[in-house]
């Protein structure tokens, strides 16, 4: 691909995903801007692109009907179009409100009714336009995204994940939460972070979201006999970064 | 084989004397569990453990292992073979050294396994603890373990310490040994031989009679399902066995986009996309796609495929995947009992 052009663009997000990327910090970053060419990035730039792009990276979920025409216009200038983060992949923590009605008051009281609130349910960027590849987790792991920008640099496919965290915690030896008397998603969530929240002793949240075939029956079933939650918290506990995929998407 | 006595008394003075000459790898605690690290103080050593998260074969094939470094079109195998003793090995887990072995030695020789391998002194030790999944006193009970160069039994007044090769025998100058007594020999078999009756779960049928029986259930489409129904597809139970050797090899690019390493990482056959393969052309197919399917493809390898290649089951009684198994279904005991007692 020679040296390609690269875009940050960013939708319904909080473009942490954009700053993970600064935390390659100066000596990493400046060496990855002699092999590519950002020419948007918000978070790092002012400067902005109208012209043909090598690689967008998307950031951030569709939840307004008039980002359409923006996502078809990246998606028209680029050749490679990667969902960036876990509200572009999924729909991500922003998809928690799909499955609530009082969520605007809730979190804005009074001030509820402002226009710039009024919004759809959040859905993957892949709802809208074509996705060539998908960078999961919240935040993305910054190492897997300097691998998949590699792959494409050399013209190579991007292998990304599609087994479980339990993978990852057995080839650190990390003792499993549930024989600590804990809980863990770790089972049924998408790896490629390397682990580190139960290797800290914290189970998993799955903000990778789930593999492509997880056992969500078993999960609920485990997550009730072995980690000691109720009917009800088995049931909601997978929600928060996978909410589109355990209570449905939006039509 | 000559059988050597150190008195408890000795026995830390000996750990330490070695620590300080050699590289020591042996079982520590891990917060509730144990690992083999690097033993640095000899008061770290637990040899009284029950089991370790993963078995020792991460020491001769890691986890996460570089297998060449490139850079432009210059490339080089890294294979790192640092002279090391892996001390506290229990006879199940030498069992299933001696089954990678052999795996590793066939056909494709691995040099990266072999090469940490033959740099290994492997001290196995006695079963102090039972853990509660354990199993390896009804298993592979005629296959014998032989791939360790000593072997240290505590006994009640120190341990008995018997070499086997000269690798093992290299270690006696670190410590007071003297010849063992006969009584102490007996002691030290005596340990041994008692402690194979105190497994919590036992397989109620011979190897041979298993395996036939997983044959004649193989094509038992509904039993494999109903098995396998809770199954995460986590690979578990593959990677923190004894006896699985599959991996994976990838790519990895150094930023500045000219060097990198080709690395090969522990692979799982229970997990969904393990048989996907290309077709070609963008095109792919997964030759085990349903869950039933490679739970089935497990228990065949363990109990059916590789019997005669290595003289037995390819499972050595650890019980470290009844352990992992959150969805508690993996225990090669309760699985093997439900199949043998299968309707026909």
Known sequence: MGKPTVAFFDFACCEGCQIEMTNLGDEAFLELLNHIDIVEFREAMSETTKEPIDIALIEGSFTREADRARLEDIRRRAKVVIAYGQCATTGGINALKNHQKDYKEFVYGHAAGMPHLASDSARPISSVIKVDYNAFGCPVSKYEVLQIISHLVHGKEPVIPDYPVCMECKRRETVCRYHEGDHCLGQVARAGCGAPCPASGIPCEACRGFVSDPNLASLKKVLREEGGLSERRAETKALMFTANETAGRPA | ?344
């Open chain 2, 1 to 344: 084989m000559n059988a050597y006595f150190i008195s408890a008394h000795d026995f830390k003075p000996f750990i330490t004397r070695l620590i300080e000459a050699r590289r020591v790898i042996g079982p520590v605690a891990k917060r509730n569990r144990f690992t083999f690290e690097r033993v640095t103080r000899a008061e770290d050593l637990r040899l009284d453990y029950d089991v370790t998260i993963l078995p020792p074969k991460k020491i001769f094939f890691p986890p996460v292992q570089d297998l060449v470094h490139f850079e432009g079109e210059r490339y080089a195998g890294c294979i790192e073979a640092e002279p090391q003793v892996l001390l506290g090995v229990h006879f199940y887990d030498v069992k299933a050294i001696d089954m990678t072995d052999q795996l590793f030695r066939e056909k494709f020789a691995d040099p990266n396994y072999l090469a940490a391998r033959e740099a290994t002194t492997v001290v196995a030790s006695n079963v102090q603890r039972v853990s509660d999944a354990a199993f390896w006193g009804s298993i592979g009970a005629d296959v014998a373990p032989k791939g360790h160069d000593a072997f240290l039994t505590m006994i009640e007044t120190g341990y008995v310490f018997e070499t086997r090769t000269p690798k093992g025998a290299a270690l006696l100058e670190f410590g007071r040994f003297r010849i063992a007594e006969k009584s102490e020999v007996a002691a030290a078999d005596r340990v041994n031989a008692e402690i194979l009756e105190k497994c919590p779960e036992r397989i109620d049928h011979p190897a041979e009679a298993v395996a036939k029986r997983l044959w004649e259930v193989f094509g038992d489409e509904a039993l494999w399902e109903k098995l396998a129904e809770d199954c995460f597809s986590c690979g578990s139970c593959n990677v923190i066995c004894p006896t699985c050797y599959c991996f994976d090899v990838q790519d990895r690019w150094n930023l500045d986009q000219k060097s990198g390493a080709r690395a090969r990482s522990w692979d799982a056959c229970l997990t969904q996309d393990f048989a996907q393969v290309s077709l070609g052309a963008g095109a792919t197919e997964n030759f085990r796609e349903s869950r039933g399917e490679r739970f089935r493809h497990r228990f065949m390898r363990k109990g059916a495929y590789l019997n005669k290649k290595l003289g037995g089951p390819a499972c050595v009684g650890c019980g470290r995947c009844s352990q992992a198994c959150t969805a508690d279904i993996a225990s090669p005991p309760k699985v093997i009992n439900k199949i043998m007692g299968a309707a026909r």
